[in-house]
């Protein structure tokens, strides 16, 4: 049960990962609400971060994983001893794995705003908007492996061996495979793997200007600026005259 929580998104930053319901309260709940609230709950940069990062869904979602990581790290040192010392090293793993990912990512995402402002003109708004969808693309693609292991719940283990050891098997699986991906994502910067780098360039699809159109107000641009320079050079001959 506890692996199969563990690979799922039931307690781990559910409203902005990937608004997945949850019963209990958290601060994060009763600070912004239910929890199954659909993504895009931090529509602006103030929502996620702000007064210095005292306020704002980023310190209660820092605050509730750090909680069940050092929950986890407790009930690793404290069932995964002795004879089961291999695996309370490999859970560790995964587990301080899981955790940089996530700092990494968030890390990331803040300084792609910073640099797409910097750049470039966009409106908060729209800059805002592509680092949610990197948050809705990076956290889909884990959810499509870890959705797997959620369901895991809804299965009896009665009291057959061999079934509890087919689903804690199924969920070590499951969070591999989740853990590979993470560090394919950190290998590749996050903005170079393909998940994310369809979602930057389709962004800049949809906000693409046609060549012909480009050329055309280059050209319109050119004109004006032509006979700006002849009005004013004969206001200037006026003048001298």
Aim: glycine share 8%; net charge positive; proline share 2%.
């Amino acid at each position: 049960m506890e692996a199969s929580t563990s690979a799922s998104f039931f307690r781990i930053a559910p409203l902005v990962l990937s608004g997945t319901t949850s019963k209990s309260s958290s601060a994060t709940q009763q600070a912004h609400g239910s929890m199954d609230r659909m993504f895009g709950v931090v529509k602006n940069p103030s929502d996620w971060s702000n007064t210095g990062g005292t306020q704002g869904l980023k310190k209660f979602l820092d605050a509730e994983i750090g909680n069940v990581f050092h929950s986890a790290r407790e009930a690793i040192k404290m069932n995964l001893t002795g004879p089961n010392a291999r695996a309370g090293a490999l859970a560790t793993e995964f587990l301080m794995d899981s955790r940089s990912c996530y700092t990494s990512f968030v890390s990331w995402t803040e300084s792609f705003y910073i640099e797409i402002k910097e750049i470039s003109d966009v409106t908060e708004k729209e800059g805002w908007a592509l680092i949610l969808q990197c948050w809705r693309a990076f956290c889909g693609e884990l959810r499509k492996i870890r959705g797997a292991a959620a369901g895991q719940n809804c299965i009896q283990s009665g009291r057959s061996v061999s079934i509890r050891a087919q689903k804690s098997a199924f969920n070590i699986y499951t969070m591999g495979h989740v853990i590979k991906l993470q560090r394919e994502f950190m290998a590749a910067d996050f903005k170079n793997h393909p998940t994310i780098a369809t979602v930057i360039n389709y962004h800049l699809f949809q906000y693409w200007v046609p060549t012909t159109t480009y050329e055309a107000y280059t050209e319109a641009m050119n004109v004006w600026k032509t006979q700006i320079a002849r009005d004013v050079k004969k206001l200037q001959d006026r003048a001298g005259g």
